[in-house]
């Protein structure tokens, strides 16, 4: 299994900044892309910005030019820079992390979730 620890949420004023980190750990053999969701209460998570190992990158057009998504590869970590923020990012972030598990030989390919950050951007 993978074990996925977020940081950095919390509470902040429009137009402020948060930065988000995702840590990756466990028989990790390779990660194909990292990614950030985020869900608000009575709707479906969304993706908001995903980077592959290449350093691909895309986002939701609604943090195109706000968010930035980068990576660290000989952490396993995932970086989300949110700036400008608006009432409506408020949500709970989720780290999503496709990768391949090494089992002692044995290739597993999944896809894992963290247990997500509150960011609440107050107007």
């Known amino acids: 299994q993978v074990q996925l620890v977020e940081s950095g949420g919390g509470l902040v004023q429009v137009g402020g900044s948060l930065r988000l980190s995702c840590a990756a750990s466990g028989s990790i053999f390779s990660i194909s892309a990292m990614a950030w969701y985020r869900q608000t209460p009575g709707k479906q998570r969304e993706l908001v910005a995903v980077i592959t190992s290449g350093g691909m990158t895309n986002y939701a057009d609604s943090v195109k030019g706000r968010f930035t998504i980068s990576r660290d590869g000989a952490k396993n970590t995932v970086y989300l820079e949110m700036s400008s923020l608006k009432p409506e990012d408020t949500a709970v972030y989720y780290c999503?992390?496709?990768?391949?598990?090494?089992?002692?030989?044995?290739?597993?390919?999944?896809?894992?979730w963290g247990q997500g950050t509150q960011v609440t951007v107050s107007s």
């Open positions: 999503n992390v496709a990768a391949v598990m090494d089992y002692s030989g044995s290739y597993h390919a999944g896809d894992y």
